[in-house]
């Protein structure tokens, strides 16, 4: 660490400016295993592996960093699977609902305005219920920020114009969930991707439509339109700034990136974790 500093030209010192946690000899490391091992302990895990583990998972010595208030959020995922990250997080972190659902969010940055779009990488089929209650963590993340959500229900069905299909008619009930505990807030669907974006287009089949202008929340009927929409829309624009995995419905700050993710993606998500602890 000290050679890449130098290297780097950097000025930060360890110690002072960051702090070094070697899990082979850190004097904490009891205290760790013991409090995974009782988290773990109906789950199948025994003392060695909670040992083991604790070893070896930098992950979930993160985790346990993070809810002895010994760190304020957590940044992983640029290696590993993103699932066993986010089984580690779930199982020690824990929810801040009484659902115990977990979901991601993506933010593109584009020259058209912000663009957010859920659920890209947790749930494969939500529920309509789940995807209300996704809905609402996420317009709660947005006006943590600042940012007025507009909210579209997307689906290849346009208002109704596909009334046999399963995943229309569950938009359509998201749609209706959704509207019965938050009146206020603007909110329409199922509708196609253009009409999200384009009120003109959108007025073609729904003039009165309750939502106005364009939206910047996409909710998605599930994980393989919203994160091919999401990947699409990234890599088409040379000029958007990317966002994410945002992870709502968590106790504490912790995200998990992909393995992809640019160093401008990890410094603008330890951003976002200092804002959110």
């Known amino acids: 660490i000290e050679y890449r500093i130098k290297h780097l030209g950097l000025r930060i010192v360890p110690g002072k400016n960051f702090e070094i946690v070697n899990n082979e000899s850190d004097t904490r490391f009891k205290e760790y295993w013991s409090t995974y091992y009782e988290q773990s302990k109906r789950m199948g895990v025994t003392q060695e592996e909670a040992k083991r583990t604790v070893t070896r998972d930098t992950t979930l010595i993160g985790t346990l960093m993070v809810i002895k208030n010994e760190a304020d959020g957590l940044i992983c995922g640029t290696y590993g699977k993103f699932h066993n990250n986010l089984e580690t997080i779930k199982n020690i972190v824990g929810f801040n609902n009484e659902e115990k659902l977990c979901a991601s969010m993506n933010a593109l940055i584009l020259p058209s305005g912000n663009l957010f779009i859920a659920d890209t990488f947790v749930n494969s089929d939500p529920t309509a219920e789940q995807l209300c209650k ?57 509708m196609n991707g253009d009409e999200a974006l384009e009120q003109t287009i959108r007025n073609k089949s729904m003039p009165d439509s309750t939502l106005k202008s364009r939206a910047n929340l996409l909710i998605m009927p599930n994980i393989e339109s919203a994160n091919i929409s999401y990947n699409l829309l990234r890599a088409s624009f040379s000029e958007c700034v990317s966002v994410g995995p945002l992870l709502l419905g968590l106790k504490k700050p912790a995200y998990v990136l992909t393995n992809i993710s640019s160093a401008r993606r990890i410094v603008n998500m330890v951003a976002l974790a200092c804002v959110e602890s």
């Open 134 to 190: 996704i809905t609402e963590m996420a317009v709660s993340s947005m006006n943590k920020f600042g940012i007025v959500p507009k909210v579209a229900l997307l689906s290849h069905s346009s208002f109704g114009s596909d009334l046999y299909s399963s995943s229309a008619l569950k938009m359509r009930k998201v749609l209706n969930l959704f509207k019965s505990k938050y009146p206020n807030i603007e909110i329409d669907g199922e």
